[in-house]
C-alpha cells in the first residue's frame, strides 16, 4: 500500500510541476501582430479620439479645446454591473453647471456599438456627448481609455490628462476641475491610475 501511495504522490507532484510550466513557458493572448497599447497615464496628452458620434457618423473628436475649458471623458460599458450602479449619479453630474469661468464638456465613450450605447445612455436619461469607438481600429493608447469601467478622466485645454479615476468618484472630478483652474494646478491621479 506505502508503494502506491508514494507513486500517486510522484505523479500528483508531477502533476503540479507541470502546470506551473505551462503557465510560465504558455505563449500571451494573440495580437494579430499588433503590440497591445499601453495605457494612458496621468500627465500624458491625448491629441484626438476617433469614433462614432451622434447618428452613427464616424468623427475625430479633439481633445484640446478653448481656454479655460476642461474635458471630462466617462468610460461605460452597457454590460457591466457597476457602470449601472454609477449611472444615475452620472445623469446628475452631466447637467451639473461648471464652476465660474469653466467650459465642461463632457463625454461618454464605450466599446459599444453606437445604438445600445444611445440606449443605454437613454436608460438613465443621459443628457451627454457619445463617442463610440465599436469597430475602430484603434492600435493606440488611446484605445485604453475603454479597457477599465466605470471610469471617469479630466483632461485640460491642452488635452493633458490631469486625472482619472473610477467612475463613482465624482467628487474628485469636481476637485480635479477646481485644480486646474487654480494657478499652479498639479496633476492628480486617483486610485489605478
Same mark, same amino acid.
Given at each position: 500500500?506505502?508503494r502506491?501511495?508514494?507513486?500517486? #504522490? ?6 503540479? *510541476?507541470?502546470q506551473?510550466?505551462h503557465?510560465v *513557458?504558455?505563449p500571451?493572448? !494573440?495580437t ?6 499601453p495605457g494612458?497615464?496621468v ?7 476617433? @469614433?462614432y458620434? @451622434?447618428d ?13 475649458t476642461?474635458?471630462? #471623458? ?5 454590460e457591466?454591473a ?6 444615475p449619479? &452620472? ?5 451639473s453647471? !461648471?464652476?465660474?469661468?469653466?467650459t +465642461?464638456?463632457? +463625454?461618454a ?5 453606437? @445604438?445600445?450605447? !444611445?440606449?443605454?445612455?437613454e436608460?438613465?436619461?443621459? $443628457?451627454?456627448?457619445?463617442l463610440?469607438i465599436a $469597430? ?14 466605470p &471610469? *471617469? ?10 486625472f $482619472? ?13 477646481a485644480?486646474? $483652474?487654480?494657478? @499652479?494646478a *498639479?496633476?492628480?491621479t486617483?486610485?489605478?491610475?
Amino acid at each position: 500500500m506505502k508503494r502506491y501511495q508514494n507513486v500517486v #504522490l510522484f505523479l500528483l507532484l508531477l502533476v503540479v *510541476v507541470a502546470q506551473a510550466v505551462h503557465v510560465v *513557458v504558455r505563449p500571451g493572448p !494573440a495580437t494579430d501582430g499588433v503590440a497591445p497599447a499601453p495605457g494612458v497615464l496621468v500627465g500624458d496628452t491625448l491629441d484626438a479620439l476617433t @469614433g462614432y458620434v @451622434g447618428d452613427g457618423v464616424l468623427g475625430i473628436v479633439p481633445m484640446d479645446a478653448d481656454p479655460g475649458t476642461v474635458t471630462v #471623458l466617462y468610460a461605460f460599458n452597457s454590460e457591466c454591473a457597476f457602470c449601472d450602479d454609477v449611472a444615475p449619479e &452620472w445623469a446628475g453630474h452631466f447637467t451639473s453647471t !461648471a464652476p465660474a469661468g469653466t467650459t +465642461i464638456r463632457r +463625454i461618454a465613450v464605450t466599446r459599444d456599438l453606437p @445604438g445600445p450605447a !444611445a440606449t443605454y445612455a437613454e436608460r438613465f436619461g443621459w $443628457q451627454v456627448d457619445l463617442l463610440s469607438i465599436a $469597430q475602430v481600429p484603434q492600435p493606440n493608447r488611446e484605445s485604453s481609455l475603454v479597457s477599465r469601467t466605470p &471610469w *471617469v478622466y479630466v483632461l485640460d485645454s491642452d488635452g493633458v490628462l490631469r486625472f $482619472q479615476d473610477h467612475g463613482a468618484e465624482l467628487r474628485r472630478v469636481e476637485e480635479a476641475i477646481a485644480a486646474i $483652474q487654480s494657478p @499652479g494646478a *498639479v496633476q492628480m491621479t486617483g486610485g489605478g491610475g
